[in-house]
């Protein structure tokens, strides 16, 4: 009986704490300095170059034909939107992926990839794109 009532006088005061308590409210994001890295996938160690990047095909060194990776960076906490698009085209590429996509490329390609991306909260946008060029190393 002491048990339930401890129990329930902690319960009691719990929740009136919690009631007092100014509710978290949402903060928009800021997309001012939201950047777009990418890198052309080998076999040796790929990071992130903003604004663009190359890759270098070489026998067991790499794959032909290979992947870019991009992703956009720099974005504070909040909820956006990614509208991915190939720039010489405008198709969409990487629906649905989020601050991420994939793309494939060939040896002697350049591949332009344009992202947009929107604070879902004020509306607020920006554009970034990125070109991923594949260069044969060997000849």
Request: some cysteine; proline content about 3%.
């Amino acid at each position: 009986m002491i048990v339930k009532s401890l129990s329930a006088a902690l319960t009691a005061g719990l929740l009136s704490t919690l009631a007092l308590t100014a509710p978290v409210t949402a903060h928009a994001g800021n997309v001012a300095n939201a950047t777009l890295g990418c890198f052309v996938d080998t076999y040796a160690y790929d990071y992130l170059t903003d604004g663009g990047c190359q890759g270098w095909w070489t026998p067991w060194g790499a794959t032909n034909p290979s992947v870019v990776y991009l992703e956009v960076g720099n974005l504070p906490a909040g909820t956006y939107s990614f509208s991915w698009r190939d720039t010489n085209t405008g198709q969409t590429v990487c629906q649905g992926s989020g601050a991420s996509c994939v793309r494939d490329i060939s040896l002697y390609a350049t591949v332009r990839t344009t992202v947009y991306v929107q604070d879902v909260q004020t509306g607020a946008t920006k554009q970034l794109s990125a070109d991923a060029t594949y260069y044969n190393g060997y000849h």
